[in-house]
């Protein structure tokens, strides 16, 4: 039985989640035929490292804020990710805080990027590999709490749970995570509300990314697990 959340153990299977936007983008360019994704949490090494790649094989990625950083080739729209743009390319993305989230977790033997577009492929990744303990890590906003980040955090931990006949309590591991799985049982049905309601998401909104919020609430349309390959590279399972 997987403990959800942990104590003071290090995790067998860590799994950040950003669902606005870091990991919705991560797991949309892997799905769209990207080669693999490389995060920073620094933008100058991000165009150190990038320099030595082709334009033609190399996307940077940079978002701040919300917004595009000037002279990337975008910003962290899951949106601009088509197949056509990414197919064949690594892309090296730095984000506020998801891309952060990544970095801490990375020495965790298993890492993988979830959100709610892909949350059922990791959710059947993770009852095939049957770890012991299982860390959710939500991005949050520049360590706080997020509405965004916990709900998803909740769907993962409700489709876990739902394959075990124990209780809650028994798989989690904290508080969190049982208060995480009540809001996504009181939200499932209205997540793109829920988004509106969250302060990242008013900031997107302020941002006219209105198509992000709904493309980013949808559950389980994309059957893409972006796991890291080596400390800070992800590329899909
Ligand atoms: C982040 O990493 O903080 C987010 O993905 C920000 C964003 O929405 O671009």
Redesign the pocket.
């Known amino acids: 039985t997987p403990e959800l959340v942990p104590g003071d153990c290090n995790p067998d299977c860590a799994i950040a989640v950003?669902v606005?936007?870091?990991t919705s983008?991560i797991a949309t360019v892997l799905a769209a035929g990207g080669e693999a994704v490389q995060v920073f949490s620094d933008l100058e090494q991000l165009m150190h490292v990038s320099d030595k790649w082709s334009p033609e094989k190399r996307l940077r990625a940079g978002?701040r804020g919300?917004g595009k950083v000037a002279g990337f080739d975008m910003?962290?729209s899951p949106l601009d990710c088509t197949p056509e743009k990414v197919e064949g390319r690594r892309l090296f993305i730095s984000?506020?805080?998801?891309?952060r989230a990544l970095q801490k977790i990375e020495n965790a033997p298993t890492v993988m990027a979830a959100a709610l577009i892909n949350r059922a492929a990791v959710v059947k990744y993770v009852l095939e590999k049957q770890p012991e303990t299982v860390w959710i890590v939500g991005?949050g906003?520049e360590g706080s709490f997020s509405l965004e980040d916990t709900v998803c955090a909740g769907a993962i931990a409700h489709s876990l749970w739902e394959k075990t006949s124990l209780p809650i309590e028994e798989i989690a591991g904290n508080d969190e995570v049982i208060c995480a799985t009540a809001l996504f049982a009181q939200w499932q049905d209205k997540l793109l509300e829920l988004m509106h309601q969250a302060s990242?998401g008013k900031r997107?909104l302020r941002l006219d990314c209105h198509e992000d919020l709904k493309y980013c609430s949808q559950t389980d349309i994309l059957n893409v697990v972006p796991i890291q390959k080596e400390p800070g590279v992800l590329v899909k399972l």
């Open positions: 950003d606005l936007r870091a983008t978002e919300g910003g962290n984000t506020t805080n998801g891309t991005s906003w990242h997107l």
